[in-house]
């Protein structure tokens, strides 16, 4: 979704953060952004206390509810999809070019198409 909406924009985006957690672009508190995703998904309570206070001094309180939202968001529909058997369709064509780029297909739960 990021992708197509980068193109509709016109906007570049680099994607290679998701696999590096290492964040060069130019938004401001970008890299707030970035480690609070990663702790999110870490799951480590510690670590996500640390991150959204740090997001919180950088972006303010408001930015880190609406952080907050967007990972919550992205996680409800990954469940909802998943529970009820949703399948992304053509996924593995549509994706080739960019899980090559971005070497995903290394992950173990990665099923060759």
């Known amino acids: 979704m990021l992708r197509e909406s980068s193109k509709t924009h016109a906007e570049q985006l ?6 590096t957690g290492t964040y060069a672009g130019d938004v401001a508190g970008g890299d707030a952004l970035v480690a609070f995703a990663e702790a999110i998904v870490s799951a ?10 740090a997001l919180v001094d ?15 968001n992205f996680q ?32 173990a739960g990665h099923k060759a198409g």
Request: aromatic residues 4%; without cysteine; hydrophobic residues 45%.
């Open 14 to 19: 680099n994607l290679s953060v998701v696999m």
């Open 44 to 53: 480590d309570g510690e670590r996500i206390t640390t991150t959204r206070e």
């Open 58 to 72: 950088a972006l303010g309180v408001a930015a880190m509810v609406d952080a907050a939202g967007v990972a919550s």
């Open 76 to 107: 409800r529909m990954v469940r909802i999809a998943d529970s009820t058997g949703i399948t992304l369709g053509g996924f593995e064509t549509v994706t080739e070019d960019l899980r090559g780029e971005l070497d995903i297909n290394r992950f």
